[in-house]
C-alpha cells in the first residue's frame, strides 16, 4: 500500500507567523508532488507542486522536497487567517511501465491550519 | 472559462436507489477521477479513466460504476450495493501528456442517504 502520512494537526499558528505542514511518502519512485488547499465545505485548490530536489517559492508559499527522506513540507510565510484551511498532500507515481505520464494522486489525510488574529 | 462542472450541489437518496452525478470538463484533459471524502479524511479514488471507452477501478470501487462516452464527461452512478454512501464527491480532471499532470476539481457533490 503506497501511503502518504500527514499531521492531521490541528496546528494554529499566530497572525503574521511561519506554518510549516509535513508530508511523508512511502513510494521511492514517486515523481511529482502537490499541495492542494481545502476550505471548510469546498473542492480542493491546487496552490503549489514540486518536482525537484530543493525549494520552490511562489509568493508567500515555499514547497520542499527532499527525496532522499521521502519528505515533502509547505512553508506559508506572513500567515494570514484567510489561510485557515486543511492542506492536502498529494504524490504523482510518476511514468507507468509503458513511460506514459498519468494524473494518477495519493492524497494524505490533510492537515487542518488555523491562523489566529 | 474553462472549468470543471458537477451537478448536482446536493444530492438526497433513499435507501435502495441508484443515483447518478454529472462531471464534465472543457479544458480539453484526458484523464477524469472520481474521489469520495469523508468527514475529517483525505480523497480516496473511486474510478479513473485516461481516455474515452477505458477507465479502471480505483481504491473503493465497489458499490460504484462508471462510463466514459465522451472526453468531456464522466458521469458517476452511487448503486444500492454501496452500503455508506454518504458522502462529499470531487470530480476532477487532467492532462496525460505533460511531466506532472496536476489535477484540477470540480465545485463537489454532497450527497446525504435518507
Not at chain 1, 94 to 117: C, E, M, N, W
Request: with cysteine; net charge neutral; glycine share 10%.
Amino acid at each position: 500500500q503506497k501511503e502518504v502520512e500527514q499531521n492531521s494537526g490541528p496546528l494554529s499558528v499566530p497572525e503574521g507567523a511561519i506554518a510549516s505542514l509535513n508530508c511523508t511518502y512511502s513510494d521511492q519512485g514517486s515523481q511529482s508532488f502537490f499541495w492542494y488547499r481545502q476550505y471548510s465545505g469546498k473542492s480542493p485548490e491546487l496552490i503549489m507542486f514540486i518536482y525537484s530536489n530543493g525549494d520552490k517559492e511562489d509568493g508567500r508559499f515555499t514547497a520542499q522536497l527532499n527525496k532522499a527522506s521521502q519528505y515533502v513540507s509547505l512553508l506559508i510565510r506572513d500567515s494570514q487567517p484567510s489561510d485557515s484551511a486543511t492542506y492536502l498532500c498529494a504524490v504523482n507515481p510518476g511514468r507507468d511501465a509503458g513511460g506514459t505520464s498519468y494524473g494518477k494522486l495519493t492524497f494524505g489525510q490533510g492537515t487542518i491550519l488555523t491562523v489566529h488574529p | 472559462d474553462g472549468g470543471i462542472t458537477q451537478s448536482p450541489k446536493y444530492l438526497f437518496r433513499k435507501e435502495g436507489q441508484n443515483v447518478t452525478l454529472s462531471c464534465e470538463q472543457n479544458l480539453n484533459h484526458d484523464a477524469m477521477y472520481w474521489y469520495r471524502q469523508d468527514p475529517g479524511q483525505g480523497l480516496r479514488l473511486i474510478y479513473y479513466s485516461q481516455i474515452v471507452n477505458d477507465f479502471q477501478k480505483g481504491d473503493i470501487a465497489e458499490g460504484y460504476s462508471v462510463s466514459r462516452e465522451k472526453k468531456e464527461s464522466f458521469p458517476l452512478t452511487v448503486t444500492s450495493a454501496q452500503k455508506n454512501p454518504t458522502a462529499f464527491y470531487l470530480c476532477a480532471s487532467s492532462r496525460t501528456s505533460g511531466s506532472y499532470n496536476e489535477q484540477f476539481f470540480g465545485p463537489g457533490t454532497r450527497l446525504t442517504v435518507l
